[in-house]
Nanobody, 128 residues
């Protein structure tokens, strides 16, 4: 089991950048595939990015490809989401998740059901 906690959200102007951090508890962080999602009120979770155990394999949704970068530091039990060129439509709650799926570039895992553990989320607000 792993507990996850996100940080780094906040208010930023359109075109700006933020780096989200997700820290995991326990010594098994390196055994989990990690993902970032976002969820607007009343809507389903939207997949953004995923990263494999070593950090080599990654996948992104088309909506953030080229703007967002996922990375991980297993020594710190941490996964990051660097977000650049932010748009007002990026405003929502961002969540990290841990699971066991194999990351294949272009194929995810992209579904929320592929991830077992979730953080509480961090709010990102992009002003126009």
């Amino acid at each position: 089991q792993v507990q996850l906690g996100e940080s780094g959200g906040g208010l930023v102007q359109a075109g700006g950048s933020l780096r989200l951090t997700c820290e995991g508890s326990g010594r098994t962080f390196s055994t989990y595939t990690m993902g970032w999602f976002r969820q607007a009120p009343g809507k389903e979770r939207e997949f953004l990015a995923t990263i494999g155990l070593s950090g080599k394999n990654k996948d992104y949704s088309d909506s953030v490809k080229g703007r967002f970068t996922i990375s991980r530091d297993n020594a710190k039990s941490t996964v990051y989401l660097q977000m650049n060129s932010l748009k007002p439509e990026d405003t929502t709650v961002y969540l990290c998740a841990a699971g066991f799926g194999l990351v294949v570039p272009g194929k995810g895992p992209t579904t929320s059901s592929s991830y077992r553990y979730w953080g509480q989320g961090t709010q990102v607000t992009v002003s126009s």
